[in-house]
């Protein structure tokens, strides 16, 4: 049973930092795509950024190139989106999500039941 479990969500004021975690079981974690979205209220779910976890490759979506990371800890099974000068436009449910390819990010076959972050 595949699970992804985001943790690390909360509210910070703008120019702050969040470390978000989703941790995984259920799939095989070492050759998969992980990555991150968000969906603020009344707009549509947005990607953020993948993993790929067997090689480390990683891609940023424009939008966040430059404040959001990705990283991984395999042993842990775990990704983490790493969120430095945070806007209030950043405000949003973040959601991890893992799947095959789409274009350089993942597509969403499972996904976890979303962290909210709030920036004021």
């Known amino acids: 049973q595949v699970q992804l479990v985001e943790s690390g969500g909360g509210s910070v004021q703008a120019g702050g930092s969040l470390r978000l975690a989703c941790a995984t079981s259920g799939f095989t974690y070492v050759v998969s795509c992980m990555g991150w979205f968000r969906q603020a209220p009344g707009k549509e779910r947005e990607v953020l950024v993948a993993?790929?976890?067997?090689?480390?490759?990683?891609y940023i979506d424009d939008s966040v190139k430059g404040r959001f990371t990705i990283s991984q800890d395999k042993a842990k099974s775990t990704v983490y989106l790493e969120m430095n000068n945070l806007k209030p436009e950043d405000t949003a449910m973040y959601y991890c999500?893992?799947?095959?390819?789409?274009?350089?990010?993942?597509?969403?076959?499972?996904w976890g039941q979303g962290t909210q972050v709030t920036v004021s």
């Open positions: 999500a893992t799947g095959g390819p789409k274009g350089r990010f993942c597509g969403g076959n499972y």
């Open positions: 993993i790929y976890t067997g090689g480390g490759t990683t």
